[in-house]
Antibody, heavy 121, light 112 residues
Framework: EVQLVESGGVVVQPGGSLRLSCAAS????????MHWVRQAPGKGLEWVSL????????YYADSVKGRFTISRDNSKNSLYLQMNSLRAEDTALYYC??????????????WGQGTMVTVSS | DIVMTQTPLSLSVTPGQPASISCKSS???????????LYWYLQKPGQPPQLLIY???NRFSGVPDRFSGSGSGTDFTLKISRVEAEDVGVYYC?????????FGGGTKVEIK
């Protein structure tokens, strides 16, 4: 069974840092690009970041560029999101999601259950 | 960034009746490779989004055939031929022709 399990979400103060993790199983992890998508409480979906299958290319939403860093460890089938200089508006449920294709970057076919990040003093 | 606009904001549907959701993009989603990169997701209450339709009209694995997608260019529609109780939730369209990926604001479907 294809599965993504996020962890690392906590309550953190504004200006603080946090690292989210996503453990993948049930598919060949290093064949696929991976994404982070977030959802603020009661709001819609916002794409956050993308990393290529080998980690060589990364992309970010303008709202997090320069503060967040996406990475992956293919030997551990794991995806990460390092979040620095956190702001109240970063409060959201963070999902990791698997890209649909092995040949480029596309939409997401599998999502994790999400991990909640709350930025509050 | 490509802006995705969904209508209506919400729908209340009698079981067994059809439902339709519109999604318009600010730019064409037709790629030079001939594919149109428009997707539909359903987020059921308390769950992550699940993929329903990819590339305008292709049902994802396990998606019932009462769901269908259509459209081209900048104008797209998701139709549910006969709404069932398990179809409640928020429906989102999304484009993947360019970064950043962008979603419509969502359409909440409820059962009457």
């Amino acid at each position: 069974e294809v599965q993504l399990v996020e962890s690392g979400g906590v309550v953190v103060q504004p200006g603080g840092s946090l690292r989210l993790s996503c453990a993948a199983s049930g598919f060949t992890f290093d064949d696929y690009a991976m994404h982070w998508v977030r959802q603020a409480p009661g709001k819609g979906l916002e794409w956050v970041s993308l990393i290529s299958w080998d980690g060589g290319s990364t992309y970010y939403a303008d709202s997090v560029k320069g503060r967040f860093t996406i990475s992956r460890d293919n030997s551990k089938n794991s995806l990460y999101l390092q979040m620095n200089s956190l702001r109240a508006e970063d409060t959201a449920l963070y999902y990791c999601a698997k890209d649909m294709t092995t040949v480029s970057y596309d939409a997401f076919d599998i999502w994790g259950q999400g991990t909640m990040v709350t930025v509050s003093s | 960034d490509i802006v995705m606009t969904q209508t209506p904001l919400s729908l209340s549907v009698t079981p067994g009746q059809p439902a339709s959701i519109s999604c318009k993009s600010s730019q064409s989603l037709l790629h030079s490779d001939g594919k149109t990169y428009l997707y539909w997701y359903l987020q059921k209450p308390g769950q992550p989004p699940q993929l329903l339709i990819y590339e305008v009209s292709n049902r994802f694995s396990g998606v019932p055939d009462r769901f269908s997608g259509s459209g081209s260019g900048t104008d797209f529609t998701l139709k549910i031929s006969r709404v069932e109780a398990e179809d409640v939730g928020v429906y989102y369209c999304m484009q993947s022709i360019q970064l950043p990926r962008t979603f419509g604001g969502g359409t909440k479907v409820e059962i009457k």
